[in-house]
């Protein structure tokens, strides 16, 4: 049962960074495709980066572009998203997802999630 564990969400000022984890196991994930979707309160949940495991093919949302990094460490099985800059309207719960093959960025489309982690970004 392949199982994803978020951390490293918190509270941060306008302009502060975080770097959230995501850890797998479970499973043998080169083939799968990793991703980190956000929901604000009252939102529809929205892709924020996604990576293949095995390398290539990384989207970033225009709102994440040039501020966040998404990076994977094999060693640790371990998905990694660096927010920059952080915005206020970064405020949301953060979840990590997986599912093997193709990499879509529809939520519906991931077969694994994570519990999410709060991020909170302060005016």
């Known amino acids: 049962q392949v199982q994803l564990a978020e951390s490293g969400g918190g509270l941060v000022q306008a302009g502060g960074s975080l770097r959230l984890s995501c850890t797998a196991s479970?499973?043998?994930?080169?083939?799968?495709?990793m991703a980190w979707f956000r929901q604000a309160a009252g939102k529809e949940r929205d892709i924020v980066a996604r990576?293949?495991?095995?390398?290539?093919?990384?989207y970033y949302a225009d709102s994440a572009k040039g501020r966040f990094t998404m990076s994977r460490d094999f060693a640790k099985n371990t998905v990694y998203l660096q927010m920059n800059s952080l915005k206020p309207e970064a405020t949301a719960v953060y979840y990590c997802?997986?599912?093997?093959?193709?990499?879509?960025?529809?939520?519906?489309?991931?077969?694994?999630w994570g519990q999410g982690t709060q991020v909170t970004v302060s005016s």
């Open positions: 479970g499973g043998t994930f080169s083939s799968y495709t």
């Open positions: 997802a997986a599912r093997m093959g193709y990499a879509p960025i529809t939520p519906g489309l991931y077969d694994y």
């Open positions: 990576i293949r495991w095995g390398g290539g093919d990384p």
